[in-house]
């Protein structure tokens, strides 16, 4: 009885020790990371690009440009075509 007390120990002791040592300084900056990013109440978004329109027997090539914004649950974009 006494030799599973004393190897109940031995593994209790091992596995808490191998628990304090799977958090190295990336993994606490990793998350403390996630923790800021989880408190942010709005982001912007700046988005360039381009789409290759063909119809009829014509093509036209209209560049965009947009910027989008969320804050909390909502989630809205500001777009802009350029038509060359």
Do not use: P, R
Not at 31 to 60: C, D, H, R, Y
């Amino acid at each position: 009885m006494k030799i599973k007390k004393t190897l109940a120990l031995i593994i209790t002791a091992a596995l808490t020790v191998g628990t304090m040592a799977g958090c190295s300084q990336a993994t606490l900056n990793y998350s403390k990371e996630l923790s800021n990013t989880a408190k942010w109440e709005a982001t912007t978004s700046n988005i360039e690009g381009k789409v290759n329109v063909e119809a009829k027997g014509e093509k036209e090539e209209v560049t965009f440009t947009a910027t989008g914004y969320t804050t909390k649950d909502q989630a809205y974009i500001d777009m802009k075509f350029n038509n060359t």
